[in-house]
């Protein structure tokens, strides 16, 4: 086999065009690729020998090359057990964090895109490591067949929202949800996977004009452009200004809400002006207010207390938009919003 023919160093990750180009490299026909794709995505089995329609000769290439690029090795999970933290190791032996969470029929996989992150947020354990590398479409993608495998009821929804910033590592993040989405293969609906962004304006602008159809999440965490700086150093470089201008535009141009994820911090952003200033700044955009009381990590930061919080609500119930409030789930076990990091590192 030639260069160009190489065989995939793991066949999670690869899409359907890619097993069908594989197959025919390997002197089989078309059909085998999109076999192998039904196994591998909709049927999720990860034993060659269980793929019984491939032929034997084709299994007998196949063995030679891995299916996961990813493996366990640790969980925790929370008393109520309605949380689960499972710790991960690449091939290059870095690892990662993803989180499984229920609630009622809800059953959601959150999935990291990177190791490290490199926006840098003051608040966010997973800050700390800084930036390691990205994470291939595959290792995003296999977070959730692990996951699935492991939990004993079927995953319904998606988030990108664990470890790094998922539009820094832009084309591997869309290639992954495609590949959930895929209606040959995992076949998850497009609202059930939203992507978070801590606000990368280009990226915002290239995910309004490709139109995908997933649910679009902008972590704000500020009500005016020096608080946003004191927090997310982002900041500099897309300004606040600009951040709810390409918001809106995305409402406008692919005529979806967009939600606004609002981490709330004691002395910083929690104020009755605050409250007032997104009515504001948000009022006329198609979005949904998702407020996040502070998961405390060591450092600085605080939650406010349930008082400041209520009376944040109180002002809110006026907003001409939908508010909810998220309790983050796992906190026992750092695996709430913002408190993923690798510590065995």
Not at 179 to 191: R, S, V
């Amino acid at each position: 086999m030639n260069e160009l023919n190489k065989p995939p160093a793991f066949l999670i990750g690869q899409t359907l065009t890619q097993l069908e180009s594989f197959a025919i490299s390997l002197g089989c026909q078309r059909f085998r690729g999109r076999q192998l794709f039904d196994w591998l995505y909709s049927k999720q089995v990860d034993n060659y020998e269980k793929m019984s329609n491939l032929s034997h000769n084709f299994r007998e290439h196949l063995k030679e090359i891995p299916i996961h690029p990813l493996k366990i090795i640790n969980e925790n999970i929370s008393r109520t057990k309605k949380t689960q933290k499972y710790l991960f190791q690449l091939s290059s032996g870095k690892l990662i964090e993803s989180v499984l969470m229920k609630e009622g029929k809800r059953v959601t996989a959150c999935l990291s895109t990177q190791v490290g992150c490199a926006v840098d947020c003051g608040f966010c354990a997973t800050a700390k490591m800084g930036f390691i590398q990205n994470l291939t479409s595959g290792e995003i993608l296999d977070q959730y067949l692990h996951l699935q495998k492991i939990s004993e009821y079927k995953i319904t929804n998606i988030v990108f929202m664990g470890m790094g910033e998922p539009f820094l590592n832009y084309d591997n993040t869309i290639e992954s949800a495609n590949l959930l989405h895929h209606p040959e293969g995992i076949n998850m609906g497009a609202w059930r996977i939203t992507i978070s962004t801590a606000g990368i304006i280009r990226k915002i602008n290239q995910y309004t004009r490709e139109r995908h159809p997933y649910k679009l999440a902008v972590s704000l965490n500020a009500s005016n452009e020096l608080q946003r700086l004191k927090t997310m150093p982002i900041t500099k470089s897309n300004s606040f200004k600009e951040l709810i201008n390409s918001s809106k535009n995305y409402t406008l141009q692919t005529k979806k809400k967009i939600t606004f994820e609002y981490v709330m911090l004691s002395n910083i952003n929690d104020s009755s002006s605050d409250a007032r200033a997104l009515i504001r700044q948000l009022g006329s955009i198609n979005c949904k207010l998702n407020l996040i009381p502070y998961n405390e990590i060591d450092g600085d930061f605080k939650r406010p207390s349930n008082e400041k919080i209520d009376n944040f609500l109180k002002i809110l119930a006026h907003a001409p938009f939908p508010v909810t409030i998220r309790w983050s789930k796992g906190q026992e076990i750092d695996a709430g919003c913002g408190q993923l990091v690798t510590i065995h590192e």
